[in-house]
């Protein structure tokens, strides 16, 4: 959405959150809603992660494997073969 005022230019973007409730039991235990968790594919016993900043709480699916899970994350070539090439233009300079 854009708004003009005066000499400034204004873009608000729309961010539309979605919420789902369950209840946390006497002992501490919640249920992860159907819809999340086919959409994030968890599965029983699969580790999620508790992150909090004060205000708000985060949980975050826990990957069986975090090295697979990591690879190929980056949006740049590879981590390898930047090292490599780096060396190569180490080798060339001696």
């Given at each position: ?5 005066s000499s400034l230019t ?36 699969q580790k999620l992660e ?10 975050l699916p826990v990957p ?31």
């Amino acid at each position: 959405m854009l708004f003009k005022s005066s000499s400034l230019t204004f873009y608000i973007s729309a961010v539309i959150l979605r919420s789902m409730e369950s209840t946390l039991t006497e002992r501490g235990q919640t249920a992860v809603p159907a819809r999340i968790r086919k959409r994030f594919g968890l599965k029983a016993g699969q580790k999620l992660e508790w992150v909090e900043d004060g205000k708000v709480i985060y949980v975050l699916p826990v990957p069986a494997d975090p090295i697979k899970a990591f690879r190929g994350s980056s949006k740049t070539r590879g981590l390898t073969e930047a090292l490599l090439e780096e060396r190569r233009k180490d080798a060339r300079r001696i």
